[in-house]
């Protein structure tokens, strides 16, 4: 009768797991070796977060440079517009210090349906804030060409010289450089308004379509987005802003951004040509178009005279 002998089940099979266990803890060991050496994948970041929800524009203006109308710039009649919460205004158009056209200013304390000349002193004027009906800010040159900023507490009775100028502002002499506390910087286009977010932010529209912003008080500037036939913008933060661009027939349609300026939503068109000022406070926007003075409360989706 042939001998039997029983299998050492129990040894056999430790030793298979720990074979097993040795083969999978090498490959494991050679995946990770990969993946940290390997070039990282490309990821898509998000665009810059907002405050706001950002709706999907229901028509977004066609981003073609051949969309974009030939646009001659006049800086001299130009003109700037703030408004302030408790319905402080203040307005002026730009002038120029050394020729035949010199600045006018207007305030109010009603939202503009009430408007009185002010007297700055200067024979052109580049900047305005409005924080209130009584205090407000200007930015501009005296009768000798000098840059001066100015300020009042009596609603424009009286103004008074600041040792520094903090309010960013166009140039003078040159439309493609712009001035703020930290003193001067290029945008890099033709810079048809300005926009002042904080003492170190701020935002241009250009006359190419471009808008331009900085974070660093000028040092660097970046493309942020484009609105075809562009004419002022408007910031309340560093990604919702307001502008009045030439579109579909309109020559002051009024647009909305969420994201800084990438994307643009068409609201309500202002009869009138041309667009030239833009403002807006925590509850309302107005805008001044062919001279006259208009007032949104729905962010720009219909319009009414301000008077």
């Not at 430790?14 to 060991?29: C, E, K, N, P, Y």
């Not at 990438?262 to 406070?281: E, F, K, N, V």
Request: aromatic residues 6%; contains cysteine; charged residues 20%.
């Amino acid at each position: 009768m042939a001998a039997t002998y029983d299998r050492p089940v129990g040894k056999y099979a430790v030793r298979l797991a720990l074979a097993a266990f040795l083969i999978a803890d090498l490959a494991l060991v050679v995946a990770v070796y990969r993946h940290v050496n390997a070039d990282p994948a490309s990821v898509a970041l998000p665009s810059p977060a907002s405050a706001d929800a950002d709706p999907k524009p229901t028509e977004e203006p066609a981003k073609d440079e051949e969309n974009q109308d030939a646009f001659e710039f006049n800086p001299v009649q130009s003109h700037v517009l703030s408004l302030a919460n408790d319905g402080g205004l203040l307005a002026a158009r730009r002038g120029q210090c050394d020729g035949k056209t010199t600045a006018e200013v207007q305030a109010s304390d009603d939202y503009g349906k009430s408007l009185r000349k002010v007297d700055t002193g200067l024979t052109e004027v580049v900047a305005v804030q409005a924080d209130s009906s009584s205090d407000m800010t200007v930015v501009g040159a005296d009768e000798s060409c000098q840059l001066r900023q100015r300020t009042t507490t009596d609603g424009g009775s009286t103004w008074l010289d600041e040792f520094t100028i903090t309010l960013w502002h166009p140039d003078l002499k040159d439309d493609k450089v712009v001035g703020s506390g930290a003193g001067t910087s290029k945008p890099g286009c033709t810079v048809t308004s300005t926009n002042q977010v904080s003492d170190t932010l701020a935002r241009v529209s250009c006359d190419d379509g471009v808008i331009i912003g900085t974070g660093d008080g000028g040092s660097s500037w970046v493309d942020l987005g484009r609105l075809d036939n562009v004419r002022v913008t408007t910031y309340a933060s560093p990604s919702k802003a307001y502008a009045l661009a030439k579109y579909q027939g309109c020559a002051a349609n009024a647009f909305v951004t969420r994201d800084g300026g990438r994307s643009w939503t068409p609201g309500g068109c202002i009869s009138g040509d041309p667009a030239q000022a833009l403002a807006q406070s925590s509850d309302r926007l107005m805008a001044q178009v062919d001279g006259k003075l208009y007032v949104s409360r729905d962010e720009g989706a219909s319009w009414s005279p301000a008077s």
